[in-house]
């Protein structure tokens, strides 16, 4: 369980992200605009990662204080703060302007936040996946804000003839304590945007200590709007003039289109056109299939319901669950075909061991299912083109659409909207390309919809998986020898499919002496791709359950078990804000269990259990109280999580995303799964996958965080992991039923 923000990005990311890490380009490093502004308005000042476009100059108003991309402040006092990476329900949209907005000693009231347009050159890196915004924005985000208090602060020290020393900020204004005197921030912008930008190494940013908006709650910046149901997602684009089409492809990855029934769709009502695209053949740009373009997203579904298409499947897929899992099994106890890492002699440590163990754990495939289908509008203009649409990888987008349509990328603009959910579905961009190419046969905005069909059967999958465990105890209990061989898939034989891999440092590798962990690639075609909390969501439930295991069999406390596999507090692998700490790892771990009560006298029928796991650099452990009925019923009564992620930016919104994610978890691990036959997806809607309903939901949720003086690093993907095993070692505990296999209801158990 060990991270690299670089390694991960890249890993998690793949082929659909190109762009440098915006963390590693400092202020310092920047080149400075100076622009002349009105007559009598002094300078405008930005901070840039490169080039300026003339637009981007442009944009930025001469009445305005801006002293970098990210903020201005206007004579009337208020505050505008950008927002620039996508908002995808995770919260960044309001996390982002509170970093700002902390640095700058800005009252909240008087901030308000746009999202920020797609511009590298002025903001860097501007997707979201892999928890990664915060961390790889952190200094980036709390120098532009230092940047700006210090200007405004020496603008009122000169107005007042006093030393830059004897002045302080609060509430967006600047104060004199010995002579009584205060200014805005309004008033003091045509006269800060005079002033030379500082040199970021003399700028003093804040400790945790003095935090005075961070680390509370705030509601979402856009909450009121979504509750309303304001125009601010994808889905809801609408302009004169629009179109709205529907995309048909091969229901089997890699099939072409031989014939359709073109003519008849084209009669039905409300069609406009329907044809057929060749795609380029890569599945996360345009896959071959049939168009259609409507007056109405209505009328476009129902002509694609009578769409008839004569497909060539020579060459599609003809993926099997169902076989891949009888061919997991038969190979499991083998050795597997590839060394992964190996640490002293596993062999004679299990050879040697009081007692072994085995087992083998298993997990499907499982779609995203985002709440918002995908969709992108799209309006070609000849030599341009405009996109609207809910991706979390804006600049990735942008390239491909331009390669697509032999565009220079400057003639591609790419107006980023909300998203109704992404969990990484949306570091793709297939439906930016298909509406692209659409439009480009299209004279008029056109809004391409996916069906839930669509979404359910052409998804980018979390990939199945296989774990088979040997271990071995010694006479005292001790963990003493970890053998795993893991089994996952491959689309081209060398490596595993996204979403599919497992790190060499897998906890507990590098805390045992005898270890050896092994892998075998079944061949897929099947897409895969970044799944909430890629690796680590599947990984987590085979690796603490069997633990537990191990501690049962040793006859001992779960808790005491895994803190001695813990150690003493160290750095897993060498020291960085990233890695794996078995101290901060033990400190979530007592803080769970002793939160939950655990070794509590519990009622007849109850268990309680516990899981830790560190990932996207968050070390967390959740507790589960669960009971079991005659009938093989769950109750979730309790869930008690515990994370250490540094410093909370905002209270309200990470506590959010820890109870998604468990609810999340639960849903997964519960009910949810896709069976592929003959390369097919066969779920294609929630009646066939039954997403958890809220009163089935655990009444009790409680979160807690440790936080530490450590770089902060995101929420949305780390509380999710612990989830699984937590709940299914609850529920030996509760029943001795050991769960292997996921989801539970394959078990017979339902909730």
Same mark, same amino acid.
């Given at each position: 369980m060990t991270f690299s923000a670089d390694a991960y990005f890249a890993e998690v990311m793949g082929e659909f992200e190109a762009s440098p890490r915006a963390s590693a380009i400092h202020f310092s490093r920047r080149s400075i605009l100076k622009l002349s502004g009105a007559a009598g308005a002094g300078l405008i000042l930005a901070f840039t990662l490169g080039p300026v476009t003339e637009a981007a100059a442009a944009a930025m108003s001469a009445k305005d204080f801006a002293p970098n991309a990210f903020l201005r402040v206007s004579p009337d006092g208020s505050i505008l703060i950008y927002a620039h990476r996508p908002e995808i329900g995770q919260g960044i949209k309001t996390a982002v302007p509170l970093i700002v907005a902390e640095e700058m000693d800005a009252a909240w009231a008087d901030v308000k936040v746009e999202q920020a347009p797609i511009n590298t050159a002025l903001y860097g890196r501007q997707s979201a996946g892999g928890s990664t915004s915060i961390p790889t924005s952190w200094d980036q985000l709390r120098q532009a804000g230092a940047a700006a208090r210090s200007m405004l602060i020496t603008a009122a020290a000169k107005k007042w003839g006093v030393p830059v020393s004897e002045c302080t900020t609060a509430d967006s204004a600047v104060a004199h304590a010995a002579s009584k005197r205060q200014l805005r921030y309004g008033e003091l912008a045509l006269a800060a945007a005079a002033l030379p930008v500082p040199d970021v190494k003399t700028l003093t940013l804040k400790t945790r200590a003095q935090y005075r908006l961070l680390g509370n709650r705030f509601t979402g910046v856009d909450n009121l709007k979504v509750v309303t149901g304001q125009p601010l997602f994808g889905i809801d684009q609408a302009m004169p003039g629009m179109l709205y089409a529907v995309y048909e492809k091969c229901p089997a990855v890699g099939g072409k289109v031989i014939s359709a029934n073109l003519d008849h769709i084209k009669t039905l009502p409300g069609v406009k056109d329907a044809f057929i695209l060749e795609g380029n053949g890569v599945t996360s740009d345009v896959m071959p299939g049939v168009a259609i373009v409507a007056d109405s997203t209505w009328n476009a579904f129902k002509a694609k319901a009578a769409l008839q298409v004569n497909w060539d499947e020579s060459k599609a897929s003809k993926d099997s669950w169902t076989k891949l899992q009888a061919e997991a099994k038969k190979i499991a106890k083998q050795a597997g075909a590839e060394n992964i890492t190996k640490s002293g002699d596993v062999d004679a440590a299990l050879k040697g061991a009081a007692k072994t163990l085995e087992a083998f754990y298993s997990y499907p495939f499982v779609p995203h299912a985002t709440l918002e289908p995908q969709n992108t509008t799209a309006w070609f203009k000849g030599d341009s083109i405009e996109l609207w649409a809910p991706t979390q990888t804006p600049e990735r987008a942008i390239t491909q659409v331009a390669k697509l349509l032999n565009l220079p990328e400057n003639r591609v603009t790419l107006n980023q909207t909300r998203a109704g959910g992404g969990f990484g579905r949306r570091l793709v961009n297939d439906p930016c390309c298909e509406a692209a190419v659409i439009a480009q046969r299209v004279n008029a905005p056109v809004k391409l919809t996916w069906t839930r069909e669509d979404d359910m059967r052409h998804d980018f999958y979390r990939p199945g998986g296989f774990h088979q465990f040997t271990a071995g105890l010694d006479a005292a209990g001790k963990l003493v020898g970890w053998k795993v061989h893991f089994i996952t898939f491959s689309s081209d034989g060398k490596t595993p499919v996204a979403g599919g891999n497992i790190p060499a440092a897998e906890f507990p590798l590098p805390l045992v002496a005898h270890g050896e962990l092994t892998q075998s690639m079944l061949p897929l075609m099947t897409p895969c791709g970044a799944w909430r909390a890629p690796r680590s969501n599947a990984i987590a439930f085979a690796t603490q359950s069997f633990i537990h295991e191990l501690a049962v069999a040793a006859g001992r406390d779960h808790l005491e078990f895994l803190l001695e596999i813990l150690g003493e507090p160290r750095h897993i692998p060498p020291a960085t804000s990233a890695a794996l700490n078995t101290g901060r790892a033990a400190?979530?771990?007592?803080? #769970? #269990? @002793?939160?939950?009560?655990?070794?509590?006298?519990?009622?007849?029928?109850?268990?309680?259990?516990?899981?830790?796991?560190?990932?996207?650099?968050?070390?967390?452990? @959740?507790?589960? @109280?669960?009971?079991?009925? #005659?009938?093989?019923?769950?109750?979730?009564?309790?869930?008690?999580?515990?994370?250490?992620i540094g410093p909370i930016i905002n209270m309200s919104g990470a506590e959010n995303q820890c109870q998604g994610g468990i609810i999340d978890g639960l849903s997964t691990m519960m009910n949810l799964q896709v069976g592929i036959e003959n390369g097919r997806v066969i779920e294609g809607n929630f009646t066939e996958y039954p997403i958890l309903r809220i009163n089935k939901a655990p009444p009790k949720i409680e979160v807690h965080f440790i936080q530490s003086d450590n770089t902060p690093t995101g929420v949305g993907e780390p509380a999710l992991p612990p989830v699984a095993p937590a709940i299914a070692n609850a529920i030996f505990a509760a029943s001795g039923i050991r769960v292997r296999s996921l989801p539970l209801r394959n078990e017979g158990l339902t909730v």
């Open positions: 400190a979530v771990i007592k803080l #769970a #269990a @002793e939160k939950a009560g655990w070794g509590k006298p519990l009622p007849q029928g109850h268990g309680l259990g516990l899981a830790f796991y560190f990932s996207h650099a968050g070390h967390f452990a @959740e507790v589960a @109280e669960v009971s079991v009925d #005659a009938q093989k019923r769950v109750t979730i009564h309790n869930v008690v999580m515990a994370g250490d």
